[in-house]
């Protein structure tokens, strides 16, 4: 990109160009790291420009539903090149019977959404003590 100009101008012809507001946002898929143990599952999500009071987390039945928007961000000026394109996720999770979503947990920091959906207590493995025959 060539920025000796004004304004701002892109060297390649096949790279987009645009002098208007960013398109509206696209829909993904966000990337997940998912970790099971005893206690329930964690789940990690990617969604990148995204704050608290942008994601809506929502539990129907058995499935746990993520839809996030990044909120506009503010320049002022008009763009002499944009080549991001924001995003809104969505993501969908069909859990076993064994989970509590009405106990589900969730904390965003730095773009990286941790939900905790903990197993029913009944699930919960469980030491069952044996005491001794008469």
């Not at 160009?17 to 398109?23: D, E, F, I, L």
């Not at 039945?61 to 000026?77: C, H, K, Q, V």
């Not at 730095?110 to 939900?115: D, N, P, Y």
């Amino acid at each position: 990109m060539n920025c000796n100009t004004n304004p701002c101008t892109p060297t390649s012809k096949t790279a987009p160009s645009s002098t208007t507001a960013p398109p509206a946002p696209r829909t993904v898929r966000p990337q997940v790291d998912a970790w099971a143990d005893d206690a329930g599952v964690r789940l990690l999500v990617d969604v990148p420009g995204v704050g608290p009071s942008d994601v809506e987390l929502t539990a129907e039945g058995a499935s746990l539903r993520l839809r996030a928007t990044p909120s506009a961000t503010s320049i002022e000026g008009q763009a002499a090149h944009t080549e991001w394109r924001p995003a809104q996720f969505e993501r969908s999770f069909e859990l076993a019977s064994e989970y509590d979503l009405s106990a589900v947990s969730a904390s965003l920091r730095h773009g990286l959404l941790e939900i905790l959906v903990p197993r029913h207590a009944a699930a919960q493995p469980r030491k069952i003590d044996v005491q001794a025959g008469e």
